[in-house]
């Protein structure tokens, strides 16, 4: 596997620092940044312009690019990488959509917007370090220190790993339905667990700008305790 460093090598170690500050980066910010390239030398292209403009030229790390870019685009519709924002554009349809990421899978793939789905720093990160880009030295590090450290690049402090912690409007409402409801719910000790209804209304009352009836069921599938998913409460 080419390292990200090797990347860097072959096209001159460019200085990319002054995209350090970036919290959130595109797919293809993502892709770009990744192979060495500047995004900004690209920002005026659509997804497919994008694509065409790296074929045509065939500049070093080409090749690497492009495959970024629909791999990280696969990893975000297999919920691999999260994303706060995913924006798709089916064929006839007049423009594109905003979607919350349960709502698309491994088929929305080949729509998603790549130049304006946004990912967080610290989410490429951890993909990228999953897939081998970083150099053997840097998987020995704690995640912990990984996520808090700044990889260097040949010395120009490009930041590759961000401070705050990721999260959605609907991550918060996963954690509070855990806090509420299933936090320290133990099976054993006959405790009673709270009903699908109960929890979904609870949902629905306390977030009703973020949720709805086929949000706060997913939420409450994803939460609920396994031994108590077929149903109701336990019988004392």
């Known amino acids: 596997m080419t390292t990200l460093q090797e990347l860097h090598n072959r096209v001159g170690n460019p200085d990319l620092s002054h995209w350090k500050t970036r919290k959130m980066l595109t797919v293809a910010e993502s ?6 390239f500047d995004p900004l030398l690209y ?6 312009q ?7 030229y065939q500049p070093q790390n080409w090749q690497h690019a492009s495959m970024l870019i629909k791999s990280i685009s696969e990893a975000i519709c297999t919920n691999e990488i999260k994303a706060p924002r995913v924006i798709v554009e089916y064929p006839y349809k007049e423009d594109w959509e905003v979607k919350e990421q349960i709502e698309i899978n491994i088929e929305d793939e080949p729509y998603l917007r790549t130049t304006l789905t946004k990912i ?6 951890k993909w990228l370090d999953k897939n081998g880009y970083f150099q053997p030295t840097l998987k020995e590090i704690s995640t912990k220190k990984v996520i808090s450290t700044i990889q260097e690049i040949q010395n120009n402090n490009m930041r590759l790993l961000p401070e705050p912690t990721y999260t959605t409007p609907l991550l918060e409402i996963v954690n509070a339905v855990v806090d509420k409801f299933w936090k320290g719910y133990n099976p054993d000790e006959a405790m009673v667990a709270e ?14 700008e973020t949720s709805n009836n086929y949000i706060a069921k997913a939420i409450d599938r994803i939460c609920r305790h396994p031994s108590t998913k077929t149903g109701g409460n336990k019988k004392l």
């Not at 994008?50 to 045509?56: A, I, M, P, T, V």
């Not at 967080?120 to 990160?125: A, F, G, T, W």
Request: proline share 3%.
């Open 31 to 36: 892709a770009l940044l990744t192979s060495g």
């Open 43 to 48: 920002e005026e292209f659509s997804d497919d």
């Open 50 to 56: 994008l694509l065409y403009e790296l074929r045509r």
């Open 120 to 125: 967080h720093r610290d989410e490429l990160s």
């Open 195 to 208: 009903k699908q209804i109960e929890i979904e209304r609870w949902i629905k009352e306390n977030y009703p």
